[in-house]
């Protein structure tokens, strides 16, 4: 059993596993259980999206790329030029001034 994505967003995690499931690489959730407990929630005991078959975990590996990477560039949070506020990367404006999210982040988000 390989661990391969971690992440307290059990739909992210579902995402995936339909992924692998559709290119029959069988997994599970370890700790499928955990999501309630927030942002209190140690890193080991995080819902787990794990490999039934090691052999294939390359392959499940570069099927999952582009899912991670579309939600890294969602997790960066930028900051308002206009008003300092921390936004979250998926915004494309201020939530508190609604200016518009700089250009050398929308450069990220393409």
């Not at 201020?94 to 518009?100: N, S």
């Amino acid at each position: 059993m390989k661990e391969l994505y971690t992440s307290t967003d059990s739909s992210r995690i579902g995402l995936c596993q339909s992924v692998l499931e559709s290119a029959g690489i069988a997994s599970f959730v370890q700790n499928e259980s955990s999501p309630w407990l927030g942002n209190m929630m140690s890193p080991a005991v995080q819902p787990t999206l794990c490999l039934m078959d090691d052999s294939r975990y390359e392959e499940a590996v570069e099927l999952l790329k582009p899912y991670q990477e579309s939600s890294m560039i969602e997790s960066m949070e930028w900051t308002c030029t206009k008003c300092a506020e921390s936004n979250p990367g998926s915004f494309d404006v201020c939530w508190h001034c609604e200016a518009e999210k700089p250009e050398n982040f929308r450069a990220l988000d393409s």
